[in-house]
């Protein structure tokens, strides 16, 4: 299911993420997509998939609480808080926590995709 809206996006990301569909979730992203790490990045389908991946091993419950969306024509920047609570490889529990700021545009067939995203919001920054 594509995403119609900017906002759109972090709502399916939401339910493919908390479903652990990891294929559902790479739908979002354009080929060419960045996903920032804490401190570097990682561009296109294969590394995203893999950086997610650890993230979908804490088995837990994700929630993305959209808080504001920026739109100028087919570009459009959300900024969502979100945590992961679960348990880590080691059997202890985790929790992560964030403020993400993505970057979404519009496709030709009018749906939307993730271009860069930045779990880490301004924190990435630092």
């Known amino acids: 299911m594509p995403a ?18 990891l294929d ?3 739908s979002l ?3 060419g997509a960045t996903m920032v790490q804490r401190d ?11 950086a997610l991946s650890g993230f979908l091993a804490l088995i837990g ?10 739109q100028s024509d087919d570009i459009a ?3 969502s808080n979100w945590t992961i609570r679960g348990t880590g ?3 202890e ?3 992560l926590e964030g403020q993400t700021s993505d970057v979404v545009r519009r496709q030709p067939d009018g749906t939307w995709l993730l271009v860069i995203d930045n779990p880490y919001g301004a924190e990435a920054a630092a």
């Open 24 to 26: 559902a979730v790479m």
């Open 4 to 21: 119609d809206t900017p906002e759109e996006v972090h709502e399916l990301f939401t339910k493919y993420f908390s479903a652990g569909d």
């Open 93 to 95: 529990p985790v929790e």
């Open 61 to 70: 419950e994700f929630e993305l609480q959209l808080r504001k969306t920026f």
């Open 89 to 91: 490889p080691d059997g």
């Open 77 to 79: 920047l959300l900024f």
């Open 40 to 50: 570097t990045s990682v561009t296109g389908h294969a590394a995203i998939r893999q």
């Open 29 to 31: 992203y354009e080929p």
